[in-house]
């Protein structure tokens, strides 16, 4: 433990200076926009987006490991998606301080967030999950501004969930873990956990009740949660002192429920994203915590299926919701209106085409886009596409359209997590 304990003091005194890079102009105009490479030595990169343009300001390291190309969740070599996850990189609501997860080594960092949106590493801490194997699987994070507690969520279990309080920078790890299994379903993957806006609950949408596995013939062995019984959805009560009550499992919803966004401004409706179902549907939960679901809206599917539409962004107006559809290389764009949802752009954009290597589940190619990101003044989505090593800016139009604005090239397949302000 001693040991440990010198490599992490050691680390954070040589890793701890802002990104570098930033200019007096830089300072002072245009956004701030952090993705995480996922690299064997992980990094975020700094860009701003001034006017919808990218520019890269800088790389700091996290003080952890990535998994690199690596894809832990089915130990292919070379697959963008490592984790099968969302909000790997978030930030505090004052936009004072940056969090992230190291997913090769189960670590956590974070970063104090100047006025000029440079980054300074103030700490790494180890989350308590053992890696078994040749990477790690912390993946998703959610942060409760009213008791500074950290939530750190893994792919693999059986304790996905474990805890920080975070005190001037600092993180000190809580007692106590949770698991989203339940039952005989002892091996369950999460794909993110997510806090309601008033900290009350703590929700982890499933996307598998096993972890995959391939079948004699090499086709994929997939348990996609949701499809026959309905406790895909995980709510756990939050404590006065950010621990967590007794999880209630519930119906997400739809099958292989991935991505929850909250409604701005609301504690109670949100907007789940699913990879099976193939499209999302308006949800709310009660002060008591349970979970409703309208009817799912899908997307065209023509392509083919599981389309594994995934990631999503509601503008600030609540009007629109974008969806990220990992299977076919697009977003898709909702209208959202006097609570209902329906499809406006399906695809809001054209493909991005990858290198030609991945194919997702539905068997075409795709440049696996995972992570997106709408600027705070809802002109501007940005998309990350690992496959094709681009992460690309675009213009919301107002008929709903994206209009690409610009793209830079990004390390290949590995980048994940999209936070700014």
Not at 18 to 44: F, H, P, S, W
Not at 124 to 139: E, H, I, Y
Not at 250 to 261: C, L, Q, Y
Request: one cysteine or more; aromatic letters at 10%.
């Amino acid at each position: 433990m001693k040991t440990k304990m010198k490599f992490w003091a050691s680390t954070l005194i040589s890793l701890s200076f802002a990104c570098n890079g930033y200019t007096e102009d830089a300072r002072t105009n245009g956004g701030n926009l952090y993705m995480q490479t996922n690299g064997v030595k992980n990094e975020i990169i700094c860009y701003k987006t001034g006017d919808g343009k990218l520019k890269e300001e800088g790389r700091i390291s996290t003080g952890g490991a990535g998994s690199g190309t690596f894809k832990p969740i089915t130990g292919h070599e070379s697959e963008p998606n490592a984790f099968e996850g969302a909000k790997s990189l978030i930030m505090s609501t004052d936009h004072k301080w940056l969090f992230a997860t190291n997913g090769g080594d189960n670590s956590v960092s974070c970063f104090k967030v100047a006025d000029d949106g440079s980054l300074e590493l103030t700490d790494t801490k180890p989350t308590g999950q053992n890696v078994s194997g040749r990477s790690g699987t912390a993946k998703s994070l959610a942060f409760a501004e009213n008791t500074k507690t950290l939530y750190v969520c893994h792919s693999f279990g059986p304790d996905h969930i474990r805890m920080f309080s975070v005190k001037n920078g600092k993180l000190a790890q809580k007692e106590g873990s949770y698991t989203v299994n339940v039952g005989a379903k002892t091996d369950r993957i999460p794909t993110e956990i997510v806090l309601t806006p008033d900290a009350r609950f703590l929700m982890a949408p499933i996307l598998f009740d096993k972890r995959p596995a391939m079948k004699p013939d090499g086709s994929p062995d997939l348990a996609v949660a949701n499809m026959k019984e309905k406790d895909g959805l995980v709510v756990f009560p939050v404590k006065q002192d950010g621990s967590l009550g007794e999880a209630d499992f519930t119906d997400a919803g739809g099958a292989a429920a991935f991505d929850i966004a909250f409604m701005h401004g609301s504690n109670e409706k949100f907007i789940i994203g699913y990879a099976a179902a193939d499209g999302v549907a308006m949800c709310a939960i009660n002060e008591s915590g349970k979970v409703t679901c309208a009817p799912v809206i899908k997307i065209d599917q023509k392509i083919g299926k599981p389309s594994e539409l995934c990631w999503l962004a509601i503008t600030p107006d609540n009007k629109q919701v974008f969806a990220t559809v990992f299977g076919y290389s697009y977003v898709s764009g909702f209208k959202i209106e006097d609570g209902s949802i329906t499809v406006k752009q399906d695809p809001a954009a054209d493909a991005v085409p990858g290198d030609g290597k991945f194919k997702a589940l539905d068997m075409v190619v795709s440049s696996g886009p995972n992570d997106c990101w709408i600027s705070p003044d809802g002109r501007y989505y940005y998309q990350i596409y690992p496959n094709a090593s681009k992460l690309i800016s675009n213009k919301i139009e107002d008929n709903g359209k994206l209009k690409e604005r610009d793209r830079i090239e990004i390390p290949y397949t590995s980048p994940q997590g999209l936070a700014g302000f």
